[in-house]
């Protein structure tokens, strides 16, 4: 099962001076289980994108399909339980009086029972390390990271098979950033599938089973990090960079003209650096 996007037009403010094409020709499928990480240049698409696929904004031509299903006004409901949407800087509507609360303020509508609620809120702050003694305190006590893992238990509760996350890492320190990093592993590893946008090329290097790049309201690439980093003169041209391990093994070796594979994480900088060492030192 997958959700797919098929021939998507999207113009914001059509017939008058504002109107602005935002998404074009855009076909794209997002498979189960992968972590799909989505880049581009500001303004490129990426947070219009994210509304077709939950429903937000419908598109002015073409469809969308989630787990074969076309998603019209009519099921938009039923099949919008199966998409999480993590909205960027989701902790600015937190609310509520204690965190407990506001993980459970989505549940509301569905009128479960309240152990039901309070079990859902407890596997969903488990699953996210939010700890249970930060439950019934308010959520002005909490660090920016713990703020933003409490707005993400909030839309877990409601069990998406399917979760996307706007900039998910960005504004936090960097110890949160990691913490939020590893965490969409996490989830992947729980069986839900990740789409998340990013401006951090090293974060998506480190994190993403596959790349797709829109420009222009077109995606105009896709693959696995390594395909897409390798391309390193596409993405300067729409103004985007390359991880930074990737662009420092890469100078590394314009400089000294010693052949360098390309290096796309530090995992594979740190194994190419052992491999040269145990052969006798750095190659001259
Ligand atoms: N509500 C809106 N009204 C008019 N234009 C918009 C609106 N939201 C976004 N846009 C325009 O649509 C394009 C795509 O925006 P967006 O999807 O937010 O890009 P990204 O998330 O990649 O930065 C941009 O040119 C943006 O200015
Ligand atoms: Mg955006």
Redesign the pocket.
């Known amino acids: 099962m997958s959700i797919k996007l098929e021939d998507i037009k999207y113009t ?2 059509p017939g008058t001076p ?1 109107e ?1 094409v ?1 998404l074009s020709d855009l076909y794209l499928e997002i498979r189960e289980g992968e972590i799909l990480a989505l880049i ?10 994210l509304q077709h696929i939950n429903g937000l904004l419908r598109p002015d031509s073409g469809s969308v399909f989630i787990d074969g299903e076309e998603l019209t006004k009519k099921n938009l409901f039923k099949i919008r339980q199966k998409i999480g949407y993590v909205f960027q800087y989701p902790e600015q509507q937190l609310f509520e009086e204690t965190v407990f609360k506001d993980i459970a303020f989505g549940l509301n509508r569905l009128k479960l029972p309240e152990d039901e609620v309070r079990a859902r809120v407890y596997d969903a702050a488990r699953l996210v390390g939010v700890s249970e003694n930060l439950l019934e305190r308010s959520v002005f006590d909490l660090s920016g990271g713990e703020k933003r893992r409490v707005a993400i238990c909030g839309v877990l509760v409601t069990k998406p098979k399917y979760l996307m996350l ?1 900039e998910p890492a960005s504004g936090l320190d960097p110890e949160g950033k990691n913490a939020m990093l590893r965490l969409l592993k996490t989830f992947r590893d729980a069986g839900i599938t990740v789409i998340f ?1 990013s401006h951090n090329m090293n974060d998506v290097a480190e994190t993403a089973d596959r790349v797709v790049v ?1 420009n222009d ?1 077109r995606i105009e690439r896709q693959g696995t990090p390594r395909e897409i980093f390798t391309e390193h003169d596409f993405l300067s041209g729409i103004g985007l960079s390359v991880p930074d391990v990737t662009d420092f093994f890469r100078l590394l070796s314009e400089r000294t003209g010693v052949e360098i594979p390309d290096i796309i994480t530090l995992d594979e900088g740190y194994a190419y650096l052992r491999d040269v060492y145990s052969k006798g030192g750095i190659p001259s």
């Not at 581009?40 to 994108?49: A, I, M, Y």
């Open positions: 914001y403010m504002f602005k935002a581009g240049p500001t303004g490129s698409g990426k947070t219009t994108l706007d946008v829109i309201g």
